[in-house]
């Protein structure tokens, strides 16, 4: 199944309204039986893919505050060590050369 956009929701609207419409006609039609079941079944489909999205964004947002945080240890340990290493370097590298450096006595 692909993600829902607008459109998708639109066009399940209009699904919608024409099987309101032959039920208003004639409910006794095989047609609004079988449009009915499509409708429902895109319905469940959207709602599905909608559930999907926000368990993704879920996900993302904590793994986001997660990883912002180990992000934050390791620029304390950049700035414990006196910032090593030149602009846009590695600061987790950066920082265990420096470490490495100190042990040696350099």
Do not use: Q
Request: net charge negative; glycine share 6%.
């Amino acid at each position: 199944m692909t993600d829902p956009t607008p459109d998708d929701e639109a066009h399940a609207r209009c699904v919608y309204a024409a099987v309101r419409f032959a039920e208003e006609h004639d409910p006794e039609s095989p047609l609004f039986a079988r449009d009915l079941r499509r409708a429902a079944a895109y319905i469940r489909e959207l709602e599905a893919g909608r559930d999907a999205l926000k368990a993704e964004n879920e996900r993302l947002t904590r793994w986001k505050a997660e990883a912002t945080e180990v992000l934050a240890g390791w620029e304390r340990v950049w700035d414990a060590l006196g910032r090593p290493g030149p602009l846009g370097a590695s600061k987790a590298l950066s920082s265990m050369v420096e470490v490495n450096r100190m042990r040696e006595g350099r």
